[in-house]
């Protein structure tokens, strides 16, 4: 049997408070993950990346502030060993398309479930790219 030894950490870049609180207290009870932040727009994230040294970021679409898929790309830049993982209500393929060009290793719909979204996130901290299945579905009407 093979685990990630390793603590995942995580910053949530949303808009929505509680949306943020949700996920911090669900991850909280996963011995695999650390929460190190919210932002509640892209804005300062490259920042408290290189504060935090995050593994992962989760990074809202529709939010205030500078564009995520700009602050995505400059993230992906600047800071290669944090992996963005896109987590949104809003699905689209060029959405998705968008994301990938920016760098994101993950899509995340935010109506998939919070097993989903634990699924994804550990595929991306394994090094893998992966979608929860709304946004698998999106892809697949290509």
């Given at each position: 049997?093979?685990?990630?030894?390793?603590?995942?950490?995580?910053?949530?870049?949303?808009?929505?408070?509680?949306?943020?609180?949700?996920?911090?207290?669900?991850?909280?009870r996963?011995?695999?993950?650390?929460?190190?932040?919210?932002?509640?727009?892209?804005?300062?994230?490259?920042?408290?990346?290189?504060?935090?040294?995050?593994?992962?970021?989760?990074?809202?679409?529709?939010?205030?502030?500078?564009?995520?898929?700009?602050a995505?790309?400059?993230?992906?830049?600047?800071?290669?060993?944090?992996?963005?993982?896109?987590?949104?209500?809003?699905?689209?393929?060029?959405?998705?398309?968008?994301?990938?060009?920016?760098?994101?290793w993950?899509?995340?719909?935010?109506?998939?479930?919070?097993?989903?979204?634990?699924?994804?996130?550990s595929a991306?901290?394994?090094?893998?790219?992966?979608?929860?299945?709304?946004?698998?579905?999106?892809?697949?009407?290509?």
């Amino acid at each position: 049997m093979t685990q990630q030894k390793k603590q995942v950490s995580v910053l949530c870049v949303d808009d929505n408070p509680e949306v943020a609180e949700a996920l911090k207290l669900r991850l909280s009870r996963e011995k695999r993950f650390r929460w190190v932040g919210w932002l509640p727009q892209a804005n300062d994230l490259l920042d408290a990346t290189r504060l935090h040294g995050p593994t992962l970021v989760l990074l809202d679409l529709d939010m205030p502030g500078v564009d995520p898929f700009e602050a995505m790309a400059s993230l992906s830049r600047e800071c290669p060993d944090t992996r963005v993982v896109v987590f949104t209500g809003h699905v689209r393929l060029d959405f998705i398309d968008r994301a990938l060009e920016a760098g994101a290793w993950g899509f995340a719909s935010k109506n998939d479930g919070e097993g989903e979204l634990l699924r994804l996130l550990s595929a991306v901290a394994a090094g893998e790219v992966a979608f929860t299945p709304e946004a698998r579905a999106a892809l697949k009407r290509r």
